[in-house]
Structure formats: C-alpha cells, structure tokens
C-alpha cells in the first residue's frame, strides 16, 4: 500500500510544483531528483524487507559468527595458551571438559 501512495505522490508531483510554467527545466529537474531518491529508497527498503534469507546479497550472519569465534580463539590463544582454547571449543562443541582428562 506504501508503494501505491509513493507512485501516485511521485505521478502527481510535476502538477503540484508546475504552478509557473516559465520555470519548467527546474521543475522536470527537481522532479527527477526526488522521484529518484523517493523509488531509490523504495528498492533499498525492498531489499532489507528480510535481511537474513537465503539469497546472495543476503545478511551472512553465520559467516560473521564463526569469525567472531575465530577472533576469540585467537585472543585467548595469545593471553592464555592452547590449554585454555581447546577447553574452550570442547565447552562449545558440548563435550565436557572432565570426560576429556
């Protein structure tokens, strides 16, 4: 329905601005900038309707969660040492830490 409204809003908007026909290359100017921004923004709003999908230009947010792991494993690997990142990765695979030693 907002879609209808933009369309009908951006069709109708030479007739409200042309009130002085000496200035119609601004008018169709301006007219053309503003229907560009508004439908721009109609296409962005479409394409971040439902970020987290299966399609390429999708929200990877699996990606980004096992980089994050990644990084905390390094971190921990510098402070801490090996002991403390593989305690660490068995806490998270589910395996406890007592069956292992």
């Known amino acids: 329905m907002a879609r209808t409204f933009l369309f009908f809003w951006v069709f109708t908007l030479p007739f409200a601005l042309c009130s002085n026909a000496k200035e119609l ?4 100017l301006s007219t053309f900038f503003i ?7 109609e296409y962005v709003s479409m394409e ?3 970020p987290f999908g299966d399609d390429p230009n999708d929200f990877d947010d699996l990606g980004m969660a096992e980089m994050v792991f990644e990084d905390i494993y390094i971190t ?3 402070l801490d040492g090996d002991a403390s990142v ?3 990765r068995m806490k998270l695979a589910g395996v406890k830490v007592e069956e292992i030693a």
């Open 25 to 28: 290359p601004g008018i169709l």
């Open 35 to 41: 229907t560009y921004g508004f439908v721009g923004l």
């Open 48 to 50: 971040l309707d439902d």
């Open 76 to 78: 921990l690997y510098k």
């Open 86 to 88: 593989q305690n660490l």
